[in-house]
């Protein structure tokens, strides 16, 4: 495997972070029942990234979340025999909010599957709107994301990595050859 391109750099992710932020406080009219909850790990890094952003737009504080997804996946036996199941940290209820989901990268679509199943456990949201930070395409299920950083066509032989500074000492988006 060897890294065949760099598509976002540090300026890149933060641009499109900020602009994410833009759209949502758009499209909800600001912050009033406005929550988000992002997708263990990356996505908590991210939506936790999101909110600084809105904070600094808006003044307010919205409430994060991280959703661990694990027990929810479809693939959880090719995975690994003994699964790391980490915790869900959702201290807020998100019943009649208008949620907003956060991950790194959207490509089948099964990944936001397994979340929406798990976000049940935790009420019923008035919405609940997808926001990632690259769509790559290959979708296998009828889910898109509603704000989306870079949109990157790719091959099936390829993986786009997200490598972030808080759980990977630098800021970037990677596209790997296998």
């Known amino acids: ?34 929550c988000i909850i992002g997708i263990r790990n990356r996505g908590a890094y991210l939506a936790q990234r999101l909110a600084e952003r ?7 504080d919205v409430p994060v979340g991280v959703l661990d997804i694990t027990l929810y996946r ?18 807020f209820d998100i019943s009649d909010k208008n949620l907003i989901l956060v991950d790194d990268v959207l490509y089948s679509g099964r990944t936001i599957r397994a979340a929406l199943d798990a976000l049940v456990d935790f009420g019923r949201p008035k919405s609940i709107q997808l926001a990632v930070l690259i769509d790559r395409g290959h979708r296998e299920l009828p ?13 099936q032989t390829e993986t786009v990595e997200v490598r972030l500074h808080e759980c990977d000492d630098k800021d970037e988006v990677v596209i790997i050859e296998k």
């Open 74 to 91: 479809d693939d959880l036996t090719l995975i690994a025999s003994q699964p790391v199941v980490h915790k869900t940290e959702i201290n």
């Open 143 to 155: 889910i898109r994301a509603d704000y989306v950083g870079k949109n990157i066509p790719t091959a």
């Open 54 to 60: 809105i904070k600094k737009i808006d003044a307010a």
């Open 1 to 34: 495997m060897r890294e065949k391109a760099k598509i976002l750099d540090p300026e890149a992710i933060n641009r499109a972070m900020m602009r994410i932020a833009h759209e949502i406080l758009e499209k909800n009219k600001g912050t009033e029942s406005l």
